[in-house]
C-alpha cells in the first residue's frame, strides 16, 4: 500500500505517532505547571518575607529615631521624623496609637485625635485577648489586606514599650505597671511587589509556552524519524505482504527494537516466501500427477464406456431380435399355412374366414413388431422439445380418453383430485405420452387383480415453485429387489413387455428438467409423483 493511502487508511488523530506527542505535550504541560506552581508560590511567600522583614527593620528604625526625642518630650521633632518618612514611596501612612486606642499622630492630618476599632485587622493580634499582648513575633505584627484600589496593603506595628528610660525620666508620669505605652503603624503599599509578581508569572508561563513548544517540536522531530518513518515502512511492509508480495524488504537496519522488528518482518516473510515457492512446486507437481492420472482414468473410462456400449448394443440386438423374431415367425407361419391351403385346394376356393383369422393374427403380430420398433426409436434417438405454454390438467385429461376404452375394458375405476395449476413451459405431445405410458402401466398392474382404481392428483408447490402429478393405484405393488432397475431399458416384469416405457418416460421428464418418484409396497400398490419446474 503506497504512503498516501495509508495516511488516508489511518487518521492522523489516530496514529501513534500522533498519541506520543500528545502524551509528552500533557506530561510537559503538567510537569511544568506543576513546578511552576510551586516556583510562583516560593517567589511570593519569598518577596513577602523580604517586604516583611524591610518594614520590620524600618519599623524599628522610625522607633529608634523617635526614642530619645519621645523620652525629651520632643513630639514635634518626633512627629516631623515620621512625617517625612510618610511622605516615601511606597509608604501608604506612618501612625502613632496611645494605649487607648487614640490616633496620636499619622501622617494623614485628619486621623489625628481619632480613635481606632481595636477589632479591626490592625489591632487584633494585641486585643485578640482581654488583655492587650506584651510581646509579639514579627509574624504576628503584620498583616496584609487589600486596599480597595486593586492592589494590596502591608500593614506593620510595632509596640512602644515602657523602658527604663522612660518610666524613670522626670518629665514622664507613666507608672511602671503600665508596659505597652503606645503602637507605630506602618502601612506599606504592595503594588510594586504585585506587579513584579504578575510579570513574574507572565514571565513563567511565556516560558512553559515556549517549553512546551519547544519539547513538543523535538518530540515531533525525534518521532518522525526514530519511531514514525520505521512505524510507517512497517505498516507498508505488511500490507504488500498482505497482498501477497513476498519480496519485500523494510529499509530498516538499527539497533533498537524497530530494528530487531523489521529483521523479524524481513526473516518471516523469506520464510513465507520459500514455503509458498515450495507450495507452488508442489502443487505444480500435484497437478502434473492428477493430469497423468486423469488421462489414465479417462482411458480408462473410454475403455470400459467402449465395453458397456458394445455390451448393451449385444443386449439390444439380442432383445430386438427376440422380440421381434416371435411376430416374424407367427407370420411367416401363417404365411406358410395359407400356402399349403391354397396347394391343397388346387382350384376350389380358399378358407375365406380362416384366411381372415390367420391374416389378422398377423396383423397384431406386425403391430406389435411396429411397437417394438417405435420404442426402440424413442429411446434411442429422442425426439426434440417443442416446448409450450401449456396446463398439464387438460393434458392429463386428454390423455385419459386416449386410453378411456382399455380402462373400461380392465374394470378401472378412475378418481381425480385436480388442483388449479399455473401453465408451464413444456412439450404438449410428449407430456402425453409420458402420462399415457404411466397410466397403462397402472392399468397392467391391476388387470391380473380383475380391476382396481387409478387416483390421479395435481397441485402446485408454492414454496419450491413447483408442479406435481401423482398417479396411484392399488395393485400388487413392486419388490424392493425390483425398484433400483425400475427405469433401465429392456427391463420388464411382464410377459409381453418391451421394457422401454418407463425408460422413455423417464428421459422424457429428465429433459423437461423434472424428476420422476416411486413409491411402491407388496400389496399396497405403487404410486409415481412427477415434479416439473414451474418457470
Same mark, same amino acid.
Given at each position: 500500500?503506497?504512503?498516501?493511502?495509508?495516511?488516508?487508511?489511518?487518521?492522523?488523530?489516530?496514529?501513534?505517532?500522533?498519541? *506520543? *506527542?500528545?502524551?509528552?505535550?500533557?506530561?510537559?504541560?503538567?510537569?511544568?505547571?506543576?513546578?511552576?506552581?510551586?516556583?510562583?508560590?516560593?517567589?511570593?511567600?519569598?518577596?513577602?518575607?523580604?517586604?516583611?522583614?524591610?518594614?520590620?527593620?524600618?519599623?524599628?528604625?522610625?522607633?529608634?529615631?523617635?526614642?530619645?526625642?519621645?523620652?525629651?518630650?520632643?513630639?514635634?521633632?518626633?512627629?516631623?521624623?515620621?512625617?517625612?518618612?510618610?511622605?516615601?514611596?511606597?509608604?501608604?501612612?506612618?501612625?502613632?496609637?496611645?494605649?487607648?486606642?487614640?490616633?496620636?499622630?499619622?501622617?494623614?492630618?485628619?486621623?489625628?485625635?481619632?480613635?481606632?476599632?481595636?477589632?479591626?485587622?490592625?489591632?487584633?493580634?494585641?486585643?485578640?485577648?482581654?488583655?492587650?499582648?506584651?510581646?509579639?513575633?514579627?509574624?504576628?505584627?503584620?498583616?496584609?489586606?487589600?486596599?480597595?484600589?486593586?492592589?494590596?496593603?502591608?500593614?506593620?506595628?510595632?509596640?512602644?514599650?515602657?523602658?527604663?528610660?522612660?518610666?524613670?525620666?522626670?518629665?514622664?508620669?507613666?507608672?511602671?505597671?503600665?508596659?505597652?505605652?503606645?503602637?507605630?503603624?506602618?502601612?506599606?503599599?504592595?503594588?510594586?511587589?504585585?506587579?513584579?509578581?504578575?510579570?513574574?508569572?507572565?514571565?513563567?508561563?511565556?516560558?512553559?509556552?515556549?517549553?512546551?513548544?519547544?519539547?513538543?517540536?523535538?518530540?515531533?522531530?525525534?518521532?518522525?524519524?526514530?519511531?514514525?518513518?520505521?512505524?510507517?515502512?512497517?505498516?507498508?511492509?505488511?500490507?504488500?505482504?498482505?497482498?501477497?508480495?513476498?519480496?519485500?524488504?523494510?529499509?530498516?537496519?538499527?539497533?533498537?527494537?524497530?530494528?530487531?522488528?523489521?529483521?523479524?518482518?524481513?526473516?518471516?516473510?523469506?520464510?513465507?516466501?520459500?514455503?509458498?515457492?515450495?507450495?507452488?512446486?508442489?502443487?505444480?507437481?500435484?497437478?502434473?500427477?492428477?493430469?497423468?492420472?486423469?488421462?489414465?482414468?479417462?482411458?480408462?473410462?473410454?475403455?470400459?464406456?467402449?465395453?458397456?456400449?458394445?455390451?448393451?448394443?449385444?443386449?439390444?440386438?439380442?432383445?430386438?431380435?427376440?422380440?421381434?423374431?416371435?411376430?416374424?415367425?407367427?407370420?411367416?407361419? $401363417?404365411?406358410?399355412?395359407?400356402?399349403?391351403?391354397?396347394?391343397?385346394?388346387?382350384?376350389?376356393?380358399?378358407?375365406?374366414?380362416?384366411?381372415?383369422? $390367420?391374416?389378422?393374427?398377423?396383423?397384431?403380430?406386425?403391430?406389435?413388431?411396429?411397437?417394438?420398433?417405435?420404442?426402440?426409436?424413442?429411446?434411442?434417438?429422442?425426439?426434440?422439445?417443442?416446448?409450450?405454454?401449456?396446463?398439464?390438467?387438460?393434458?392429463?385429461?386428454?390423455?385419459?380418453?386416449?386410453?378411456?376404452?382399455?380402462?373400461?375394458?380392465?374394470?378401472?375405476?378412475?378418481?381425480?383430485?385436480?388442483?388449479?395449476?399455473?401453465?408451464?413451459?413444456?412439450?404438449?405431445?410428449?407430456?402425453?405420452?409420458?402420462?399415457?405410458?404411466?397410466?397403462?402401466?397402472?392399468?397392467?398392474?391391476?388387470?391380473?387383480?380383475?380391476?382396481?382404481?387409478?387416483?390421479?392428483?395435481?397441485?402446485?408447490?408454492?414454496?419450491?415453485?413447483?408442479?406435481?402429478?401423482?398417479?396411484?393405484?392399488?395393485?400388487?405393488?413392486?419388490?424392493?429387489?425390483?425398484?433400483?432397475?425400475?427405469?433401465?431399458?429392456?427391463?420388464?416384469?411382464?410377459?409381453?413387455?418391451?421394457?422401454?416405457?418407463?425408460?422413455?418416460?423417464?428421459?422424457?421428464?429428465?429433459?423437461?428438467?423434472?424428476?420422476?418418484?416411486?413409491?411402491?409396497?407388496?400389496?399396497?400398490?405403487?404410486?409415481?409423483? *412427477?415434479?416439473?419446474?414451474?418457470?
Amino acid at each position: 500500500m503506497p504512503e498516501r493511502q495509508l495516511k488516508k487508511s489511518v487518521r492522523w488523530h489516530r496514529t501513534i505517532q500522533f498519541k *506520543i *506527542i500528545l502524551s509528552v505535550a500533557l506530561t510537559t504541560m503538567a510537569v511544568n505547571g506543576f513546578f511552576t506552581y510551586i516556583h510562583l508560590d516560593i517567589q511570593e511567600k519569598h518577596l513577602d518575607a523580604t517586604i516583611v522583614k524591610n518594614a520590620s527593620l524600618l519599623s524599628e528604625t522610625i522607633k529608634t529615631s523617635i526614642q530619645f526625642d519621645m523620652i525629651k518630650n520632643l513630639k514635634e521633632n518626633a512627629y516631623h521624623i515620621m512625617r517625612s518618612i510618610g511622605r516615601q514611596e511606597g509608604i501608604e501612612k506612618v501612625r502613632i496609637y496611645g494605649s487607648d486606642g487614640t490616633i496620636l499622630f499619622s501622617s494623614l492630618e485628619r486621623e489625628r485625635g481619632t480613635m481606632v476599632d481595636k477589632k479591626a485587622e490592625a489591632c487584633y493580634a494585641c486585643h485578640a485577648e482581654k488583655a492587650p499582648l506584651e510581646h509579639l513575633t514579627i509574624s504576628s505584627r503584620n498583616r496584609i489586606f487589600s486596599s480597595g484600589k486593586g492592589y494590596r496593603v502591608l500593614g506593620m506595628i510595632n509596640p512602644l514599650y515602657n523602658e527604663p528610660n522612660c518610666f524613670s525620666a522626670a518629665c514622664h508620669a507613666h507608672p511602671q505597671s503600665q508596659k505597652v505605652l503606645g503602637v507605630i503603624d506602618i502601612t506599606m503599599s504592595l503594588a510594586p511587589v504585585d506587579a513584579e509578581m504578575q510579570s513574574l508569572r507572565r514571565q513563567v508561563i511565556l516560558f512553559n509556552i515556549l517549553s512546551i513548544a519547544s519539547i513538543s517540536t523535538i518530540a515531533v522531530l525525534a518521532l518522525m524519524f526514530v519511531v514514525g518513518n520505521p512505524i510507517r515502512q512497517l505498516v507498508v511492509g505488511t500490507q504488500r505482504v498482505g497482498n501477497g508480495d513476498l519480496t519485500h524488504v523494510i529499509p530498516i537496519d538499527s539497533d533498537d527494537e524497530m530494528g530487531y522488528l523489521a529483521r523479524s518482518f524481513n526473516n518471516m516473510t523469506e520464510s513465507l516466501r520459500k514455503a509458498n515457492d515450495e507450495i507452488r512446486e508442489w502443487i505444480r507437481t500435484l497437478e502434473q500427477k492428477v493430469e497423468d492420472r486423469t488421462k489414465e482414468l479417462k482411458d480408462t473410462q473410454f475403455q470400459l464406456m467402449h465395453s458397456e456400449k458394445l455390451a448393451s448394443l449385444g443386449k439390444i440386438a439380442a432383445t430386438v431380435a427376440h422380440e421381434i423374431n416371435n411376430p416374424l415367425t407367427g407370420v411367416f407361419t $401363417y404365411v406358410k399355412l395359407m400356402e399349403r391351403k391354397i396347394e391343397e385346394g388346387k382350384g376350389a376356393p380358399p378358407d375365406v374366414e380362416k384366411f381372415r383369422e $390367420y391374416l389378422s393374427t398377423m396383423r397384431r403380430e406386425v403391430q406389435r413388431t411396429s411397437a417394438i420398433v417405435q420404442n426402440l426409436l424413442d429411446f434411442t434417438r429422442p425426439k426434440e422439445l417443442v416446448r409450450k405454454v401449456v396446463n398439464l390438467n387438460p393434458l392429463v385429461d386428454e390423455s385419459l380418453d386416449i386410453v378411456r376404452n382399455k380402462l373400461a375394458l380392465a374394470d378401472i375405476e378412475v378418481k381425480k383430485t385436480m388442483k388449479p395449476l399455473p401453465d408451464i413451459p413444456a412439450d404438449p405431445s410428449q407430456m402425453k405420452q409420458v402420462f399415457i405410458n404411466i397410466i397403462i402401466n397402472a392399468c397392467e398392474a391391476m388387470v391380473p387383480e380383475s380391476g382396481g382404481t387409478l387416483t390421479i392428483r395435481s397441485w402446485y408447490d408454492r414454496i419450491q415453485k413447483k408442479v406435481m402429478v401423482a398417479f396411484a393405484d392399488n395393485g400388487p405393488g413392486i419388490p424392493p429387489e425390483e425398484m433400483p432397475h425400475l427405469f433401465e431399458p429392456f427391463y420388464t416384469t411382464k410377459e409381453k413387455g418391451t421394457g422401454l416405457g418407463l425408460a422413455v418416460v423417464y428421459g422424457i421428464i429428465t429433459r423437461h428438467d423434472g424428476t420422476i418418484d416411486v413409491k411402491s409396497s407388496p400389496g399396497e400398490g405403487t404410486e409415481m409423483l *412427477i415434479t416439473l419446474p414451474a418457470g
